[in-house]
Protein backbone atom coordinates (compact mmCIF):
# COMPACT_ATOMS: atom_id res chain seq x y z
CA UNK A 1 0.00 0.00 0.00
CA UNK A 2 1.39 3.30 -0.93
CA UNK A 3 -1.38 5.80 -0.77
CA UNK A 4 -2.58 8.37 1.30
CA UNK A 5 -6.45 7.75 1.74
CA UNK A 6 -8.52 10.80 2.54
CA UNK A 7 -11.57 11.04 3.40
CA UNK A 8 -14.28 12.86 2.71
CA UNK A 9 -13.42 13.97 -0.65
CA UNK A 10 -15.90 16.94 -0.96
CA UNK A 11 -17.14 18.56 2.35
CA UNK A 12 -19.88 21.51 2.40
CA UNK A 13 -20.38 22.79 6.19
CA UNK A 14 -22.14 25.65 7.77
CA UNK A 15 -20.31 28.40 10.02
CA UNK A 16 -21.87 26.63 13.13
CA UNK A 17 -21.14 23.03 12.20
CA UNK A 18 -18.70 20.53 13.38
CA UNK A 19 -17.20 18.41 11.32
CA UNK A 20 -13.74 16.00 10.91
CA UNK A 21 -11.08 14.74 8.23
CA UNK A 22 -9.64 11.97 7.94
CA UNK A 23 -6.41 10.64 6.55
CA UNK A 24 -4.88 7.31 6.77
CA UNK A 25 -1.70 5.44 5.62
CA UNK A 26 -0.53 2.15 5.99
CA UNK A 27 2.71 2.26 4.71
CA UNK A 28 4.48 2.70 8.42
CA UNK A 29 5.53 6.95 7.40
CA UNK A 30 6.55 8.06 11.06
CA UNK A 31 5.12 11.74 10.23
CA UNK A 32 2.41 13.03 8.58
CA UNK A 33 1.33 16.46 7.75
CA UNK A 34 -1.68 18.75 7.14
CA UNK A 35 -1.97 21.06 4.76
CA UNK A 36 -3.59 23.98 3.22
CA UNK A 37 -4.24 24.91 -0.29
CA UNK A 38 -5.61 28.32 -1.65
CA UNK A 39 -6.50 28.62 -5.81
CA UNK A 40 -2.87 28.72 -7.63
CA UNK A 41 -1.23 28.87 -4.22
CA UNK A 42 1.54 26.47 -3.16
CA UNK A 43 0.29 23.84 0.12
CA UNK A 44 0.89 25.73 3.40
CA UNK A 45 1.77 24.17 6.15
CA UNK A 46 -0.94 23.80 9.40
CA UNK A 47 0.48 20.98 11.40
CA UNK A 48 3.23 18.25 11.82
CA UNK A 49 2.89 14.99 13.37
CA UNK A 50 6.35 13.46 13.89
CA UNK A 51 5.90 9.99 15.87
CA UNK A 52 2.38 10.60 16.89
CA UNK A 53 3.55 13.57 18.96
CA UNK A 54 2.47 17.15 17.56
CA UNK A 55 5.62 18.46 16.52
CA UNK A 56 4.92 22.11 15.02
CA UNK A 57 1.80 24.25 14.87
CA UNK A 58 2.09 27.19 12.34
CA UNK A 59 -0.53 29.00 14.32
CA UNK A 60 -3.70 27.64 12.70
CA UNK A 61 -6.46 29.17 14.24
CA UNK A 62 -8.14 27.07 17.52
CA UNK A 63 -11.02 26.24 15.24
CA UNK A 64 -9.37 23.69 13.49
CA UNK A 65 -8.28 21.22 15.80
CA UNK A 66 -5.62 18.06 15.09
CA UNK A 67 -5.75 14.78 16.57
CA UNK A 68 -3.18 11.77 15.58
CA UNK A 69 -5.00 8.48 17.26
CA UNK A 70 -1.91 6.23 15.92
CA UNK A 71 0.87 6.09 13.73
CA UNK A 72 -1.48 5.45 10.61
CA UNK A 73 -3.90 7.98 11.35
CA UNK A 74 -4.93 11.93 11.18
CA UNK A 75 -7.74 13.50 11.77
CA UNK A 76 -8.51 17.23 11.78
CA UNK A 77 -11.26 18.48 13.43
CA UNK A 78 -13.50 21.43 12.05
CA UNK A 79 -15.86 23.89 14.17
CA UNK A 80 -17.11 27.29 13.42
CA UNK A 81 -15.19 27.88 10.47
CA UNK A 82 -15.02 31.11 8.22
CA UNK A 83 -15.75 30.97 4.38
CA UNK A 84 -12.00 32.03 4.23
CA UNK A 85 -11.13 28.51 5.19
CA UNK A 86 -13.02 27.28 2.46
CA UNK A 87 -9.71 25.52 0.74
CA UNK A 88 -8.46 22.38 -0.46
CA UNK A 89 -7.21 20.61 2.64
CA UNK A 90 -4.58 17.85 2.56
CA UNK A 91 -2.86 14.88 4.46
CA UNK A 92 1.11 14.40 3.84
CA UNK A 93 3.23 11.55 5.45
CA UNK A 94 6.92 11.18 5.22
CA UNK A 95 8.77 7.85 5.60
CA UNK A 96 10.83 10.20 8.29
CA UNK A 97 10.32 13.13 10.34
CA UNK A 98 12.90 15.07 8.41
CA UNK A 99 11.02 14.55 5.00
CA UNK A 100 14.09 13.05 3.55
CA UNK A 101 12.74 11.36 0.80
CA UNK A 102 10.15 13.30 -0.04
CA UNK A 103 6.05 13.50 1.32
CA UNK A 104 3.42 11.80 0.14
CA UNK A 105 0.14 13.42 -0.48
CA UNK A 106 -3.58 12.20 -0.15
CA UNK A 107 -6.02 13.28 -2.96
CA UNK A 108 -7.27 16.10 -0.15
CA UNK A 109 -10.61 17.25 0.95
CA UNK A 110 -12.23 20.03 -1.16
CA UNK A 111 -14.09 21.80 1.78
CA UNK A 112 -16.29 24.63 1.66
CA UNK A 113 -17.88 27.23 4.29
CA UNK A 114 -21.28 28.46 3.72
CA UNK B 1 14.36 36.33 -0.12
CA UNK B 2 11.98 34.05 -0.32
CA UNK B 3 13.15 30.38 0.57
CA UNK B 4 12.18 28.69 -3.29
CA UNK B 5 11.78 30.75 -6.27
CA UNK B 6 9.92 29.58 -9.63
CA UNK B 7 9.23 31.48 -12.64
CA UNK B 8 5.01 31.27 -12.20
CA UNK B 9 4.54 31.21 -15.81
CA UNK B 10 2.45 30.67 -17.67
CA UNK B 11 5.29 28.27 -19.98
CA UNK B 12 3.65 27.03 -22.77
CA UNK B 13 5.23 24.31 -25.24
CA UNK B 14 4.59 22.73 -28.47
CA UNK B 15 3.70 18.89 -27.97
CA UNK B 16 7.29 17.05 -28.53
CA UNK B 17 8.97 19.96 -27.82
CA UNK B 18 10.94 19.96 -24.24
CA UNK B 19 9.53 21.54 -21.58
CA UNK B 20 12.26 23.20 -19.11
CA UNK B 21 11.61 24.40 -15.34
CA UNK B 22 13.64 26.37 -13.12
CA UNK B 23 14.00 26.92 -9.18
CA UNK B 24 16.59 28.57 -7.19
CA UNK B 25 16.93 28.52 -3.33
CA UNK B 26 18.08 30.52 -0.72
CA UNK B 27 19.41 28.05 1.97
CA UNK B 28 22.61 26.77 1.49
CA UNK B 29 21.98 23.84 4.05
CA UNK B 30 19.22 22.35 2.23
CA UNK B 31 19.48 18.29 1.09
CA UNK B 32 17.29 17.15 -0.92
CA UNK B 33 14.91 18.57 -3.64
CA UNK B 34 12.16 17.58 -5.11
CA UNK B 35 9.56 18.36 -7.94
CA UNK B 36 5.93 17.36 -7.73
CA UNK B 37 2.90 17.82 -10.52
CA UNK B 38 -0.50 18.85 -9.53
CA UNK B 39 -3.46 19.30 -11.88
CA UNK B 40 -5.92 21.54 -11.23
CA UNK B 41 -8.03 20.73 -8.16
CA UNK B 42 -6.09 17.36 -7.19
CA UNK B 43 -3.39 17.00 -4.91
CA UNK B 44 0.48 17.29 -5.45
CA UNK B 45 2.02 14.09 -6.84
CA UNK B 46 5.91 13.22 -6.32
CA UNK B 47 7.63 13.05 -9.88
CA UNK B 48 11.08 13.56 -9.25
CA UNK B 49 13.45 13.54 -6.62
CA UNK B 50 17.49 14.54 -6.04
CA UNK B 51 20.30 14.64 -3.77
CA UNK B 52 23.52 15.27 -5.61
CA UNK B 53 24.64 17.07 -8.23
CA UNK B 54 24.19 16.36 -11.89
CA UNK B 55 21.46 15.08 -13.66
CA UNK B 56 18.99 12.39 -12.70
CA UNK B 57 16.91 11.13 -15.48
CA UNK B 58 13.57 8.83 -15.22
CA UNK B 59 12.21 8.35 -18.59
CA UNK B 60 10.70 11.89 -19.99
CA UNK B 61 11.91 13.48 -17.13
CA UNK B 62 15.21 15.10 -16.31
CA UNK B 63 16.27 16.57 -12.60
CA UNK B 64 19.20 18.92 -12.69
CA UNK B 65 20.55 19.87 -9.47
CA UNK B 66 23.29 22.38 -9.04
CA UNK B 67 24.22 23.16 -5.66
CA UNK B 68 26.93 25.77 -6.24
CA UNK B 69 24.78 28.00 -7.95
CA UNK B 70 21.59 26.81 -5.95
CA UNK B 71 19.42 25.73 -8.59
CA UNK B 72 17.32 23.07 -9.67
CA UNK B 73 15.51 22.24 -12.99
CA UNK B 74 13.35 19.57 -14.45
CA UNK B 75 13.46 19.29 -17.91
CA UNK B 76 10.63 17.02 -20.03
CA UNK B 77 11.06 15.28 -23.13
CA UNK B 78 8.65 15.08 -25.99
CA UNK B 79 5.92 17.00 -24.16
CA UNK B 80 2.93 15.32 -24.24
CA UNK B 81 -0.47 17.75 -23.75
CA UNK B 82 -1.50 15.22 -20.48
CA UNK B 83 1.86 16.76 -18.72
CA UNK B 84 -0.15 20.20 -18.69
CA UNK B 85 -0.44 20.94 -15.12
CA UNK B 86 1.28 23.42 -12.40
CA UNK B 87 4.75 21.86 -11.29
CA UNK B 88 5.78 22.33 -7.86
CA UNK B 89 9.58 22.78 -6.93
CA UNK B 90 10.03 21.70 -2.87
CA UNK B 91 13.39 21.88 -0.95
CA UNK B 92 13.99 19.98 2.13
CA UNK B 93 16.28 21.05 4.70
CA UNK B 94 16.59 17.96 6.34
CA UNK B 95 15.46 18.90 9.55
CA UNK B 96 12.11 17.79 11.87
CA UNK B 97 10.81 21.44 12.27
CA UNK B 98 10.14 23.11 8.98
CA UNK B 99 11.68 20.75 6.91
CA UNK B 100 9.99 21.28 3.54
CA UNK B 101 9.77 24.54 1.69
CA UNK B 102 7.95 24.93 -1.92
CA UNK B 103 7.77 27.31 -4.65
CA UNK B 104 4.77 28.97 -6.01
CA UNK B 105 4.72 26.42 -8.58
CA UNK B 106 5.26 27.49 -12.51
CA UNK B 107 2.22 26.39 -14.51
CA UNK B 108 2.67 24.65 -18.09
CA UNK B 109 0.92 24.31 -20.78
CA UNK B 110 1.49 21.71 -23.98
CA UNK B 111 0.12 22.88 -27.10
CA UNK B 112 -1.27 19.90 -29.22
Known amino acids: DTEVTQTPKHLVMGMTNKKSLKCEQHMGHRAMYWYKQKAKKPPELMFV???????INESVPSRFSPECPNSSLLNLHLHALQPEDSALYLCASSQDPEGTYGYTFGSGTRLTVV | QKEVEQNSGPLSVPEGAIASLNCTYS??????FFWYRQYSGKSPELIMF????GDKEDGRFTAQLNKASQYVSLLIRDSQPSDSATYLCAVNLGRVRDNLFFGTGTRLTVIP
Open chain 1, 49 to 55: YSYEKLS
Open chain 2, 50 to 53: IYSN
Open chain 2, 27 to 32: DRGSQS
